[in-house]
């Protein structure tokens, strides 16, 4: 290695070159590039596309494919780089329409292409959509639970007749409970129904908010509880509020109803919730 | 998306919304109604002593005059619990590591497809 740019200038080519890296991130032969994803949303498909000097001073660019799963959980693709410095490097969204908050990407250097690779350095991480790619250098290392999240409206499962609602926050997301409504059809068995609801970590409760009205035989009524609302006396009992407790919810925490003097044969409809989700790994 | 029915609890659902979101359906706890079922059949979902306290409060006798939101003590003393339903479905995903192809934390009865 020279000493000087003065000394380089007197030897080879490459030997400028070394003393003037175009980059900080210089990849070794057995180097590549790991995409790694968490996402939510359907039909995505991911470009990972970069810029690379070689030693021999040739500037070439590359693009290769990354497919995400589409249930939060892990996906990685090595991509394929060589000896040369990174000059940077982007991921765009090629197929779908993920928004921020659904599709959480960490690119990283790792040493071999398969197997146990080891990782070695981070270089970008945070969420892509179809208008806001990530980039090296620039975009940094953004933590998945940071900012806004996505705001989703999720159509819960319809209980049988006599069964109680139910929402679990799914396996890698964190939620917060914008607003939750469902129909409960009271039978005709004489019974004073009173609709609680609950949020409990899996096990232990960390809320139960009442709706304080009680629903007699023989009445449909819409429950709606969400963020803002006050409980207030109906004047007609065919809708009734209830506020929801702004909490952050963690993956395996629940969402349900506890109905005092529920009837076999009452039946409660689909829920529907509205929620603001992270990505958690 | 396809539209499948719980075989453990019977709830029915769409293993994909509209905008394409998977959905993982979780079989719920059991209802006061289904509580009370279970203990008319005799099946094993409270402790002796739990189910002493629910005898003390059905024997408690129903005012004279009724108030209108009145509910049974037993029925309140039932609401307390979130007792797991046997063989529950749980559609989440069990915690993963690596790459491991990811898998259902329980299958409980399975499914019925109701709708391809």
């Given at each position: 290695m020279p000493d000087t740019i003065e000394q380089a200038l007197l030897g080879d080519v490459d030997a400028v070159k070394m003393l003037l890296t175009p980059s900080s991130v210089f990849m070794r032969v057995d180097d590549n590039l790991r995409v790694t994803t968490f996402n939510s949303a359907a039909g995505v498909r991911l470009e990972a596309r970069w810029r690379a000097v070689l030693p021999n001073g040739a500037i070439i660019p590359s693009g290769d494919v990354h497919t995400p799963n589409t249930d939060r959980s892990l996906k990685s693709t090595i991509v394929l780089t060589p000896e040369g410095w990174l000059l940077g490097l982007e991921i765009v969204v090629a197929a779908g329409t993920p928004r921020i908050g659904q599709c959480f990407v960490v690119v990283e250097i790792v040493r071999g292409?398969?197997?146990a690779v080891t990782p070695l350095q981070t270089l970008v991480s945070g969420y892509v959509s179809t208008l806001q790619p990530l980039g090296?250098?620039?975009?940094?290392l953004r933590p998945s639970n940071e900012g806004p999240g996505v705001i989703l409206s999720v159509t819960g499962t319809n209980p049988a007749a006599g069964a109680e609602l139910s929402q679990t926050v799914p396996t890698g997301a964190r939620w917060r409970l914008r607003g939750i409504s469902a129909v409960l059809v009271a039978s005709a068995a004489v019974a004073s129904r009173e609709v609680t609801l609950v949020i409990d970590d899996g096990t232990l409760v960390l809320a139960q908010i009442a709706v304080g009205s009680a629903q007699v035989a023989s009445q449909t009524v819409q429950y709606t509880f969400a963020l803002g609302v006050q409980r207030i006396a109906p004047s007609a009992t065919l809708a009734l509020f209830g506020p929801a407790p702004d909490y952050l919810l963690e993956a395996g925490y629940r969402i349900r109803t506890i109905t005092t003097a529920?009837?076999?044969?009452d039946d409660w409809g689909a829920p529907q919730l509205s929620v603001e989700e992270w990505i958690t790994g | 998306m396809a539209t499948m029915r719980c075989n453990t609890c019977g709830g029915v659902y769409d293993?994909?919304?509209?905008?394409?979101l998977l959905y993982f359906h979780a079989c719920p706890p059991l209802s006061v109604a289904e509580l009370r079922a279970a203990i008319a059949a005799k099946r094993?979902?409270?402790t002796p002593a739990q189910l002493a306290e629910l005898q003390r409060l059905d024997a408690i006798a129903v005012p004279?005059?009724?108030?209108?939101?009145y509910v049974a003590p037993g029925d309140v003393y039932l609401a307390r619990f979130a007792v797991a339903r046997p063989n529950a479905r749980d559609e989440n995903l069990a915690a993963l590591k690596g790459d491991e192809k990811p898998t259902i934390k329980a299958a409980g009865a399975g499914v019925t497809v109701l709708t391809p």
């Open positions: 292409s398969s197997g090296f250098p620039g975009t940094g529920l009837q076999g044969t | 293993d994909v919304l509209p905008d394409g094993a979902v409270l004279v005059v009724t108030p209108e939101n």
